[in-house]
């Protein structure tokens, strides 16, 4: 099995550098910039840039209340508005990882109730018994 984490952070002794890992069966096998991805990889790109996201937050290079993640999803809508009031750029808005840049799902909405609303899914979809008066 081969997995590519795309854009993972690289601590040595003496540095610390952003870079892609390839692994073959558990081992690192390749580190470096812009690395390919052969058929059949497995490849983490979201979960490393949310963690980045995340520790741009904790060292303070991110307001608490205005940031990427505060307001994700960020819909077509509110990217492409003439009024942009966040602290971030549009484009870490709409494209938070490199690889969205050519297969983008623009969700119809943000958040509903933050994360209240995540939690706490609700149907909006007529009850089973409405379906079953119609077949009968």
């Known amino acids: 099995m081969s997995l590519l984490i795309k854009n993972g952070e690289i601590v040595t002794a003496d540095s610390r550098y952003s870079a892609d890992i390839f692994c073959e069966n558990e081992t690192i096998t390749q580190i470096g910039k812009d690395l390919p991805a ?28 205005d940031n990427p993640l505060k307001h994700a999803p960020h819909t077509a809508r509110a990217v492409t508005a003439t009024e942009w009031t966040h602290a971030y750029p549009r484009e870490q808005a709409a494209y938070p990882v490199r690889s969205l840049v050519s297969a983008k799902y623009w969700p119809p909405v943000a958040r509903v109730d933050n994360a209240y609303g995540d939690r706490n899914v609700v149907c909006s979809c007529p009850p089973m018994e409405a379906y079953s008066e119609k077949a009968g």
């Open 38 to 65: 052969p058929a059949g990889t497995e490849i983490i790109d979201a979960m490393v840039a949310i963690r980045g996201e995340i520790r741009a937050v904790e060292d303070g290079r991110a307001s608490r209340e």
